[in-house]
C-alpha cells in the first residue's frame, strides 16, 4: 500500500455553496410579513407630523367607529401596559441622563414620527384609514436640530433633564499636552460624519399572538430574538419561560433590527389586552422615522507628528447627535469608536472627549460598524492631510507610525491588546494589486495637463475592534449585558447532528459556516449538518447577531461544543472498544485504537450504540449531546488596506470610482465565498456614506429625506466592482484563528473614497469635501478654494 | 403605502374617458401606466375620488406617420414601446435615447410618454425633449380635439393647459430630415433619481456648421424650458462657438434649489452640461 | 369592488378586489403568493418586481385591476419544478439565475433576490449577452443592501452564458 494522503473532510477554508439558499431564490422564505395569524389586527401607529410640540389632545372616538377598526388607543390609554421604559443598554457615564421612553408619548412629541396612537383594524386598508382619523392636537414648540443649538439648553427636549447634554465622557491618556507642545507639525480639521439610515431591504414587522396554552409568541425581523424576548418581558410584565420569541427569515438588518422598538412592546402589549394576534408592518417612509439612524457626528481633531512623518498625537473632540431618545444601544456607539481613534498607530498621547446630545430627531444607534466607521474616518482622513503638510506619500506616513508585525501582541494607549496582526503583508498585496506608482503616474499627468477630470488616490489602513465582546470588559464599562454566545449540538441516533447557535443570522450564512465547523471537529458529512437558530423555543440561550461578533464567539462556541462532543465520544469509544482512553485517537470520524488501526468505531457507530444505550460506562450518561457558553477573551481585531482611485469631474462634481482594491486580513476564514460577500457589501455601504448618503433635516425638524426617492441608496448602476483579496494572520484569542469581517468593509472604505476625493482636488486647494461628496458638495469645496461664493 | 378608496372606471374608448371626466370633474385622475400618479396616491399626496384607467385604450397606442410629415405617438404608448419603435428610432432617434435613460427598465415597460408628460413635472426627462423638438399635444375633450404647442403646454409645476375634461391623445414630434446630431446629458445623483438637471441638445450640421441648435433643460424651472440665447448665438456658426454660447445656458431661468443642488450650482451645470451635450451633438 | 381575473404563475384566478388594492398586495395578501416582497413604498427598490405579460414591472405600482385578464409571472413560477430535486439535486429544475445566484453568491438575505432575478430574467430576454456595465445599468431599479452588487452582476452574467447554451463554470 502507497502512502496516502490521509482522508479529510475539509470543510473549512472553503467554498461551501450556502445552504440557505434554496428558499430564497425560489420566493418560499418565511419573511415576518408572510406570517398571518387567523384573526390578526393590523397595528397602525399614529405618529407626530411635528419634531417638537405638547401634546394638547388624542381623540381616537371617530378613528374607533371606522368600518373595520377594533379599538385605538392613546399613550395615557396604554400607559399601566409598561412595567418600564424602553431599554437603553449602556450607562456609559455615572451621570447620563436616561430619560424615559414610552412605546407611545402622552406629554410632548420629541421627533417627526414619535407614536400617539395607535389603531387596531381587521385589514391593513381599515388600519391606514383610520390612523388618519385620529385626532391630535399640539401645541408646537421649537424644533431642535443640531448639536450646537441644542447645547445651549435654550429649548428642552427632556424638559426633567433639565439639560439636553446626554453624558459627556473624557478620556486621555500620555502626556497630551507636552506631545501636542513638542510635535513639528499639529493638523487641525473638523470633519463632519453625516447621519445615516441603515435601510435594510426588508422592513421591519412584527406579530404577537397570544398562545391556546397561555402565554405569546413574538415573531419579528429582529437581530437579536434573545435579547428581545428578556427585553419585552420585563417592558411589558409578560413571564420570560412564556414569551416565545421568533427571528423568522430576516430581511438584512445592518444595525437597524438590533433593538427593541416601541412596535414590538406595542404588539405584544396589545395582544395581552385583546387576545388576539397583533400584526405590524412598518412602510419605508415610515421607517425612515420610526427606526433607527446611524452616525451624526461632528468631529474637531488634531493629529500631531514629527516632521519626518511619524505619529505621535491624536485628539478627537466629539458631539454625537443621539436624537430624541435612546434606543438600546444609542449611548454607547460613539462609545464604540473611542478606543478606536488611535487605529494602527504607535501614539504617545490620544485625548478624547465625546459629549452625546439629545435633538428632536430620530434616534441614532448602531449602524453598520457602530462608532468605529466615526473614528477610523477621523484617523485614515487626517493621516492624509498630515501626509499633505508634510509633502510626504500618505502611505509612507502610515508606515512610519503602524505597528509592525513582529511588535504583536501589542498594547495600545487606549488599553487593548491587539492580538495579531500584519499590516505590511496587506499593504504590500494591496500595492501590488492595485498598480499604485503607475496611478500616481497618471495623477500627476492629468495635473499636469490641466485635465478637468483629476485623478485620486485614497488610501485606508484601518483596523477595528469587534467580536463583541468579552464580559468582564462590558461590565466594566457599565454595558448592562454580556458578551459570551452559546451552542449546542444534538447527536441524533444515525449520527447526524443539530447545531443551535445562539447567534441570529439574517443574511450572514450561519448555517453554511457553523455547518462547516461542525462537520469537520466531528469529522461528520456537511450535509449530515443541520444547523438551527432564531426561536428562543428551540434556541434557549444567545447573544445574537451584531457588531461582527458571530463567527469569533458563536462559531467559537460551535467548535467548543464539538470538543466536548468528541471528549464524550472518546470514552464510550474506549469502553466499546475495550481500550484505554488514553490509547482512543480520533480523526475524521472515527476513533481507533492506536497501533491497531481495525480496531475502530465512527463517531455514527457510538451515536447509535449510545442511543440503544445497552453498553456504557457506568460513570457516564448515555448522550453525546453537548454545549458551550463561550466567553472571549479579547475583542477581535480584523485589519486590511483598502484603496481607491476616484476620477472627479470639476466642473460638474461627479465623483466616479474608477478602482477599488481591498486587501482584507480576517485572520483564518471559514468560508472564503461568504467572507468576500461580507467585504463586497460592507464596501458598497461604506462607499453609500462617502458619495451618496445622507438623512437631512430642515429647520424644523422634518426629515427630508423621508423616502427612497430622497435617500440615496446606490444601486449597481452606482458602484464599480470592488478587487478584493485577503492575507490570513490568526487571531491568537480562539482556537478557530478568526476575526469578525461583517463591519470591516464599511469602516474601511468610507475614508478610502473621501481621501480619494480630497486627493484628487488637493491641487486646486481643497483640504476636505463634506461628506457625502456629492456633486454639489465638491463644487461647493472647489468654490471655496478658489475664493468663490459658492 | 396603501392609497386612499377610490372609484375605478375603466375607459374603453378616448370618448368614454371623456365623458368620464366630464362626470366627475376635479375629482377624477386619469390612470396612465401610474408610474407618476401611483407613487404620489401609496403616500396620500394625491387621493382622487375617481381614477378613469385609460391604459386599455388601443386607439392611443403605437407609433404612425401623419399626413403632415410628422410622427404621431400615442400618449399611452410605453416608454419601452417608444424606445423600440423603429419609426421613431428611424425618423426621431433622440426621443428614443431621451426615453431610454426615463426612470428603470421596470418603469419604462410600464409608464407611457403620455403619462409622464400630462404629470408636468419639469424633473421629468421628456417634456424637454418634446421641448426641443416643436413637437405637439394632440388633446381630446368634450368638444372634439385640439393641438397645443408644446411650448404652451407647460404652464407651471405640475400644471399643464390640459384642461380638466381633456385627454392627451397623441404627441407628435417632427421627423429630424438631414444630418442631425444630438445628446441628452442627464445630471443625476444616483442612477434612477430624477435629473438634477438635464440637457439635451440638438443639432442640425450643414458643411462644418451648425445650421440649427436647439437645446432643452430639465429641472431648471417650474417647467421645462428651451435655453434660447444659446441657440440664436449658435445659429449659422460652427462648433467652436459651443462654449461661449453655452455659457448663456442659465439666462432667464429659475432654477429651483433642493436637497441635490442649489440654484446657482443648477445653473452652473446648465451651462457645463449645455456644452457638453452640444459638443457631442455637433462632432 | 371590482371584479378581477388574473392568471398567476400559470393558474387563472378570479376575485373581487377594492380598486386601490396594490398588484404586490393582491399577490401577497389575497393569493398568499408571498414570494415577491415589498421594500419600499415609492418604486425605488424593485423588490416587488414581477412580469406582467412577459415584461418585468414593479407590482406595487400596478393596481391589480390594472392587471385584470393579464399573466402575472413571479419567482415562484421561475423553477420549472419545485426542487425538492431529482437525483438529489436540490437545484434540479431552477431557472438558470437561480441556480447562478446561488453558486456566485449573488444573495444574502435574499430579500430582494425574488425582484432582481425577475428583473434580470427580463433584461436577459431582451439582452443574451450583456456587458457587465450592460448588467449594472439594467438592474438600477433594484436595490440590494447585502452583496455590494458585485456577485449578483457576476450571477446574472454566468446565467448568461448557459441560457446560451454556453459551458459554465468547469
Redesign the interface.
Not at chain 1, 430564497?24 to 422564505?29: I, P, Q, S, Y
Given at each position: 500500500m502507497t502512502a496516502t494522503e490521509a482522508p479529510t473532510t475539509g470543510h473549512v477554508g472553503q467554498v461551501r455553496?450556502?445552504k440557505?439558499?434554496?428558499r430564497?431564490?425560489?420566493?418560499?422564505?418565511t419573511?415576518t410579513?408572510?406570517i398571518?395569524p387567523a384573526g390578526c389586527l393590523y397595528m397602525m401607529v399614529v405618529r407626530s407630523p411635528m419634531a417638537h410640540a405638547t401634546v394638547t389632545g388624542v381623540d381616537v372616538s371617530v378613528a374607533t367607529d371606522a368600518p373595520g377598526v377594533v379599538a385605538a388607543y392613546t399613550g395615557a390609554d396604554l400607559a399601566d401596559a409598561w412595567q418600564t421604559s424602553l431599554p437603553s443598554v449602556w450607562q456609559v457615564t455615572p451621570d447620563v441622563k436616561e430619560p424615559p421612553h414610552y412605546p407611545l408619548t402622552q406629554d410632548k412629541v420629541r421627533f417627526v414620527g414619535d407614536g400617539v396612537a395607535v389603531v387596531l383594524a381587521t385589514s391593513?386598508?381599515a388600519a391606514?384609514?383610520a390612523a388618519?382619523l385620529v385626532d391630535v392636537t399640539y401645541d408646537p414648540l421649537p424644533a431642535v436640530t443640531d448639536v450646537a443649538q441644542a447645547l445651549k439648553d435654550e429649548v428642552l427636549v427632556h424638559d426633567d433633564e433639565g439639560t439636553n447634554r446626554c453624558y459627556s465622557y473624557h478620556w486621555d491618556s500620555g502626556n497630551v499636552d507636552e506631545v501636542f507642545e513638542q510635535a513639528d507639525v499639529v493638523v487641525e480639521r473638523r470633519l463632519i460624519n453625516q447621519r445615516l439610515i441603515p435601510?435594510?431591504?426588508?422592513?421591519r414587522a412584527v406579530v404577537a399572538q397570544p398562545e391556546p396554552t397561555g402565554g405569546y409568541t413574538v415573531f419579528s425581523a429582529t437581530q437579536i430574538p434573545h435579547i428581545l424576548r428578556i427585553q419585552l418581558a420585563i417592558v411589558c410584565g409578560v413571564p420570560e419561560h412564556q414569551l416565545r420569541v421568533v427571528a423568522p427569515?430576516?430581511?438584512?438588518g445592518?444595525g437597524s433590527k438590533l433593538n427593541i422598538y416601541a412596535e414590538e412592546a406595542l404588539a405584544l402589549a396589545l395582544a395581552q389586552k385583546l387576545g388576539q394576534p397583533i400584526k405590524w408592518t412598518e412602510?419605508?417612509?415610515e421607517g425612515y422615522q420610526a427606526t433607527i439612524h446611524g452616525r451624526d457626528h461632528i468631529q474637531d481633531l488634531a493629529i500631531a507628528a514629527t516632521s519626518d512623518g511619524r505619529i505621535v498625537g491624536f485628539k478627537a473632540d466629539i458631539k454625537a447627535d443621539l436624537g430624541a431618545y435612546l434606543q438600546l444601544v444609542t449611548t454607547g456607539t460613539p462609545m464604540l469608536g473611542a478606543f478606536m481613534y488611535p487605529a494602527i498607530y504607535k501614539l504617545e498621547a490620544h485625548d478624547l472627549t465625546i459629549t452625546g446630545v439629545f435633538t428632536t430627531k430620530t434616534p441614532t444607534d448602531a449602524y453598520r460598524g457602530a462608532g468605529r466607521p466615526e473614528a477610523t474616518f477621523a484617523i485614515e482622513r487626517m493621516v492624509d492631510e498630515l501626509a499633505a503638510e508634510l509633502g510626504m506619500d500618505p502611505m509612507e506616513v502610515r508606515r512610519k507610525s503602524w505597528i509592525a508585525h513582529e511588535e504583536f501582541p501589542y498594547d495600545t494607549i487606549t488599553g487593548l491588546t491587539y492580538d495579531s496582526g500584519n499590516y505590511e503583508a496587506a499593504t504590500d498585496k494591496a500595492m501590488a494589486l492595485f498598480g499604485y506608482d503607475e496611478l500616481r503616474r497618471e495623477q500627476q499627468q492629468r495635473r499636469d495637463d490641466g485635465d478637468t477630470t483629476q485623478l485620486g488616490i485614497g488610501i485606508s489602513t484601518f483596523t477595528e475592534m469587534c467580536g463583541l465582546a468579552p464580559s468582564r470588559a462590558l461590565g466594566s464599562l457599565n454595558y448592562r449585558a454580556g458578551g459570551w454566545e452559546h451552542a449546542t449540538i444534538r447527536m441524533l441516533p444515525t449520527g447526524k447532528i443539530q447545531v443551535i447557535t445562539g447567534t441570529s443570522p439574517?443574511?450572514?450564512?450561519h448555517v453554511t459556516s457553523w455547518s462547516q465547523i461542525a462537520a469537520d471537529a466531528l469529522g461528520l458529512p456537511y450535509e449530515d449538518v443541520e444547523v438551527l437558530h432564531g426561536d428562543t423555543a428551540i434556541s434557549h440561550k444567545g447573544m445574537d447577531t451584531y457588531g461582527s461578533r458571530s463567527l469569533a464567539i458563536g462559531g467559537y462556541a460551535v467548535h467548543e461544543a464539538a470538543q466536548k462532543v468528541i471528549a464524550k465520544a472518546k470514552r464510550f469509544a474506549a469502553h466499546l472498544l475495550e481500550a484505554s482512553e488514553d490509547d482512543i485517537e480520533f480523526a475524521d470520524g472515527t476513533f481507533s485504537v492506536r497501533g491497531s488501526p481495525d480496531a475502530a468505531k465512527t463517531i455514527q457507530d457510538i451515536a447509535l450504540a449510545v442511543f440503544a444505550a445497552h453498553d456504557y460506562p457506568e460513570d457516564m450518561e448515555p448522550a453525546l449531546d453537548a454545549e458551550a457558553t463561550i466567553d472571549p477573551e479579547n475583542f477581535s481585531f480584523p485589519h486590511g488596506t483598502h484603496l481607491c482611485a476616484a476620477e472627479v469631474d470639476t466642473?460638474?462634481?461627479?465623483v466616479t470610482i474608477r478602482r477599488y482594491v481591498a486587501v482584507d486580513d480576517v485572520g483564518k476564514v471559514i468560508n472564503p465565498?461568504?467572507v468576500?460577500?461580507?467585504v463586497?457589501?460592507?464596501?458598497?455601504?461604506g462607499v453609500g456614506q462617502a458619495l451618496?448618503e445622507e438623512a437631512?433635516y430642515d429647520a424644523d425638524g422634518n426629515l427630508?429625506?423621508g423616502?427612497?426617492?430622497?435617500y440615496?441608496?446606490?444601486?449597481?448602476?452606482?458602484?464599480p466592482?470592488?478587487e478584493t483579496d485577503r492575507t490570513e494572520t490568526p487571531a491568537t484569542s480562539n482556537p478557530l484563528g478568526v476575526k469578525g469581517v461583517g463591519e470591516a468593509?464599511t469602516i474601511a472604505s468610507t475614508p478610502a473614497v473621501v481621501n480619494a476625493v480630497v486627493d484628487a482636488l488637493r491641487p486646486m486647494g481643497v483640504t476636505d469635501v463634506r461628506m457625502p461628496t456629492?456633486?454639489?458638495h465638491v463644487?461647493?469645496a472647489i468654490e471655496a478654494a478658489q475664493g468663490g461664493a459658492? | 403605502?396603501?392609497p386612499?378608496?377610490f372609484e375605478y372606471v375603466r375607459a374603453g374608448t378616448i370618448e368614454e374617458a371623456v365623458a368620464a371626466l366630464r362626470e366627475h370633474g376635479d375629482e377624477a385622475k386619469l390612470l396612465a401606466g401610474g408610474h407618476s400618479l401611483l407613487p404620489l396616491m401609496k403616500?396620500?399626496l394625491a387621493t382622487p375620488e375617481v381614477l378613469v384607467d385609460i391604459g386599455r385604450v388601443d386607439a392611443m397606442k403605437g407609433v404612425c406617420e401623419t399626413d403632415d410629415g410628422r410622427l404621431a405617438i400615442g400618449s399611452m404608448t410605453t416608454h419601452q414601446d417608444v424606445m423600440d419603435d423603429p419609426l421613431v428610432r428611424e425618423h426621431c432617434g433622440v426621443l428614443a435615447e431621451v426615453t431610454a435613460m426615463v426612470g428603470d427598465a421596470q418603469v419604462r415597460h410600464r409608464g407611457t410618454l403620455g403619462g409622464a408628460l400630462a404629470h408636468g413635472d419639469a424633473a421629468s426627462d421628456l417634456p424637454a425633449a418634446i421641448l426641443a423638438l416643436d413637437g405637439t399635444f394632440t388633446v381630446e375633450g368634450p368638444d372634439g380635439r385640439r393641438e397645443i404647442a408644446a411650448r404652451d403646454f407647460f404652464v407651471d409645476y405640475l400644471t399643464t393647459a390640459l384642461q380638466d375634461d381633456e385627454v392627451v391623445v397623441e404627441v407628435r414630434v417632427p421627423k429630424l430630415d438631414g444630418d442631425w446630431g444630438w445628446r441628452y446629458e442627464k445630471?443625476s445623483?444616483?442612477?434612477?433619481?430624477?435629473a438634477?438637471v438635464g440637457a439635451l441638445g440638438l443639432v442640425k450640421r450643414t458643411n462644418g456648421t451648425i445650421e440649427e441648435a436647439r437645446v432643452g433643460l430639465t429641472h431648471m424651472g417650474a417647467v421645462p424650458v428651451r435655453a434660447s440665447a444659446v441657440e440664436d448665438a449658435l445659429a449659422g456658426n460652427g462648433p467652436d462657438a459651443i462654449a461661449d454660447a453655452a455659457q448663456h445656458a442659465a439666462d432667464g431661468t429659475d432654477a429651483p434649489s433642493d436637497?441635490?443642488?442649489?440654484s446657482?450650482?443648477r445653473q452652473?451645470?446648465a451651462r457645463?452640461?449645455t456644452r457638453r451635450a452640444l459638443e457631442a451633438a455637433a462632432g | 369592488m371590482t371584479n378581477v381575473q388574473i392568471t398567476v404563475d400559470g393558474t387563472t384566478y378570479e376575485d373581487e378586489v377594492?380598486p386601490?388594492?396594490l398588484l404586490v398586495?393582491y399577490l401577497?395578501?389575497v393569493l398568499g403568493?408571498?414570494?415577491?416582497?415589498?421594500?419600499?413604498?415609492?418604486s425605488?427598490?424593485g423588490?416587488c418586481t414581477v412580469h406582467l405579460d412577459g415584461r418585468s414591472v414593479k407590482s406595487c405600482t400596478v393596481l391589480a385591476v390594472q392587471a385584470d385578464g393579464a399573466t402575472v409571472d413571479?419567482?415562484?413560477g421561475?423553477?420549472s419544478t419545485?426542487?425538492a430535486g431529482g437525483d438529489g439535486d436540490?437545484?434540479a429544475g431552477?431557472h438558470p439565475l437561480?441556480r447562478a445566484?446561488?453558486?456566485e453568491?449573488g444573495?444574502?438575505?435574499?430579500?430582494?433576490?425574488?425582484g432582481m432575478?425577475m428583473a434580470a430574467a427580463d433584461l436577459l430576454r431582451e439582452n443574451p449577452d450583456p456587458s457587465?456595465e450592460e448588467?449594472?445599468?439594467g438592474?438600477?431599479?433594484?436595490?440590494?443592501?447585502?452583496?455590494?452588487?458585485?456577485?449578483?452582476?457576476k450571477a446574472v452574467r454566468t446565467a448568461a452564458a448557459e441560457l446560451r447554451g454556453e459551458e459554465v463554470g468547469a
Open positions: 455553496l450556502r440557505e439558499d434554496a430564497l431564490v425560489t420566493g418560499r422564505a419573511w410579513d408572510n398571518t391593513r386598508q391606514v384609514d388618519e435601510t435594510a431591504i426588508e422592513p427569515d430576516v430581511g438584512g445592518f412602510t419605508r417612509s439574517h443574511g450572514q450564512g466642473e460638474t462634481g461627479r465565498q461568504i468576500e460577500g461580507q463586497h457589501g460592507g464596501i458598497a455601504q451618496y437631512v427630508t429625506t423616502s427612497l426617492l430622497d440615496h441608496v446606490p444601486s449597481a448602476a452606482d458602484l466592482a470592488f468593509g456629492s456633486p454639489q463644487w461647493e459658492a | 403605502m396603501i386612499a378608496s403616500l396620500r445630471f445623483r444616483v442612477s434612477q433619481a430624477w438634477i436637497l441635490n443642488a442649489t446657482a450650482f452652473h451645470l457645463v452640461l | 377594492e386601490r388594492l398586495q401577497r395578501d403568493k408571498t414570494g415577491t416582497n415589498i421594500g419600499c413604498d415609492t425605488n427598490c423588490a413571479t419567482i415562484e421561475l423553477a419545485d426542487g436540490a437545484t431552477w437561480q445566484f446561488h453558486t453568491h444573495l444574502q438575505c435574499g430579500y430582494c433576490t425574488p432575478i457587465e448588467v449594472r445599468h438592474l438600477e431599479g433594484n436595490l440590494c443592501r447585502c452583496t455590494g452588487y458585485v456577485n449578483i452582476v
